[in-house]
Every structure is written in structure tokens, then in C-alpha cells.
């Protein structure tokens, strides 16, 4: 199956969510946030995984609540379509330069969610967003999905820094969720993620 459909209400936020990990990289977004749409619409693409994004938030008071919330109904979203890893590969790196910027992204899937984020915004942030809640995306994310990630990324551009590390974790995370034909059972020592 490899897909989820999530809708999450909260007195902030209103978000539908739909994901195919074995899709071929189409994307709806509509966050009321330009640049995390672009940025949410280069991680289907490169992911190649389908992804709906259907979102309102409280924007009058600023983008935290919103994007915040996107990653913890994408992390749930992923542990729900993933399912019990039976096959996956679980875990996968990417590299990714964009210019000046180069982002490096290492990903497991095994159910523990933990971020390193290493990467260094201007004061203004990145399409008016706040470098650090980049960072928080990507923690609500891994969090809420039961994944470790170690995402570095170098450069002097905001667009180029986040952008590189949207596609690197993207692409990671493409081979992480790939099926491996060798593998018939989850990849854990445990026998459970």
C-alpha cells in the first residue's frame, strides 16, 4: 500500500496531507507560504513520492505554527505509509550541491526519532522564513516519523542552503523507503523498527 491520507485540526492550523512513497514525484502544495511550497514541491519531486499539501494556518501571527505542523503530519504520514519496514532498505545518504551550497543528508528509519542540523542561515532566513525553523521542520519531522538524520549543508545563499537540504533529504529518504527484494523481513536486529 505505501500511501497515507492524514487530516489534522488544531486551533492553529488546519492540514490535509496525502503521501505515495511510490509515486513519481507529483505535488499539490498549498501551504499559504511561497517559498516552503517550492520547498515542499522540490522534496516530491526528488523523493519522487506523491504529496498533497493542503494547508491554513494562523499566518497573521507567522509561519511557525504552519510549518511546524506540516512536518508532524508529514513524519506521521511517513511512519503510516512505511508500515512495519518489512523490506525496506531503511537506511540511505545523499549528496546534493546547488551552486556554492552542498548538502549532505544520512537517514535511518528505525524508529528512533533523533536531528543533527548543521547549517547557517542569514538573519533574514530563507524566502523570509526563519533559518531555525527550517531546522524545526525537519526536527517535527524526524520526530514524528522515527527517523535519526545528520543534515549538513555549506554555502552562502538561503535559497541554495535550503533548498540543497530538501532535495538531499528527499533523496535519501527515496532510498531508505525503496523495497529490497533481498530483504523479506524488517531490518532490525530486534525484529521491529
Given at each position: 500500500?505505501?500511501?497515507?491520507?492524514?487530516?489534522?485540526t488544531?486551533k492553529?492550523?488546519?492540514?490535509?496531507?496525502?503521501?505515495?512513497?511510490?509515486?513519481?514525484?507529483?505535488?499539490?502544495?498549498?501551504?499559504?507560504?511561497?517559498?516552503?511550497?517550492?520547498?515542499?514541491?522540490?522534496?516530491?519531486?526528488h523523493?519522487?513520492?506523491?504529496?498533497?499539501?493542503?494547508?491554513?494556518?494562523d499566518?497573521?501571527?507567522?509561519?511557525?505554527?504552519?510549518?511546524?505542523?506540516?512536518?508532524?503530519?508529514l513524519?506521521?504520514?511517513?511512519?503510516?505509509?512505511?508500515?512495519d519496514?518489512r523490506?525496506?532498505?531503511?537506511?540511505?545518504d545523499?549528496?546534493?550541491?546547488m551552486?556554492?551550497?552542498?548538502?549532505?543528508?544520512a537517514?535511518?528509519?528505525?524508529?528512533r526519532?533523533y536531528?543533527?542540523f548543521?547549517?547557517?542561515?542569514?538573519?533574514?532566513?530563507?524566502?523570509?522564513?526563519?533559518?531555525?525553523?527550517?531546522e524545526?521542520?525537519?526536527?517535527?519531522?524526524?520526530?514524528?516519523?522515527?527517523?535519526?538524520?545528520?543534515?549538513?549543508v555549506?554555502?552562502?545563499?538561503?535559497?541554495?542552503?535550503?533548498?540543497a537540504?530538501?532535495?538531499?533529504f528527499?533523496?535519501?529518504?527515496?532510498?531508505?523507503?525503496?523495497?529490497?527484494?533481498?530483504?523479506?523481513?524488517?531490518?532490525?536486529?530486534?525484529?521491529?523498527?
Amino acid at each position: 500500500m505505501r500511501q497515507s491520507e492524514i487530516h489534522r485540526t488544531t486551533k492553529e492550523t488546519d492540514i490535509r496531507l496525502s503521501l505515495d512513497l511510490d509515486g513519481t514525484g507529483a505535488g499539490t502544495i498549498e501551504t499559504g507560504i511561497p517559498f516552503f511550497d517550492h520547498m515542499l514541491t522540490s522534496f516530491a519531486r526528488h523523493g519522487r513520492m506523491d504529496l498533497t499539501v493542503r494547508a491554513t494556518g494562523d499566518l497573521a501571527v507567522d509561519a511557525h505554527h504552519t510549518i511546524e505542523d506540516i512536518g508532524i503530519v508529514l513524519g506521521t504520514a511517513l511512519t503510516e505509509a512505511v508500515g512495519d519496514g518489512r523490506g525496506i532498505t531503511r537506511f540511505a545518504d545523499a549528496a546534493i550541491p546547488m551552486d556554492e551550497a552542498l548538502a549532505r543528508v544520512a537517514l535511518d528509519l528505525g524508529g528512533r526519532g533523533y536531528l543533527v542540523f548543521e547549517a547557517a542561515f542569514s538573519p533574514v532566513g530563507p524566502g523570509g522564513i526563519p533559518g531555525d525553523l527550517i531546522e524545526h521542520f525537519f526536527y517535527s519531522l524526524c520526530s514524528h516519523a522515527g527517523i535519526t538524520a545528520h543534515i549538513t549543508v555549506t554555502g552562502r545563499n538561503d535559497h541554495h542552503i535550503c533548498e540543497a537540504a530538501f532535495k538531499a533529504f528527499a533523496r535519501a529518504l527515496r532510498a531508505a523507503v525503496a523495497v529490497d527484494p533481498s530483504i523479506s523481513d524488517v531490518p532490525s536486529t530486534k525484529g521491529t523498527l
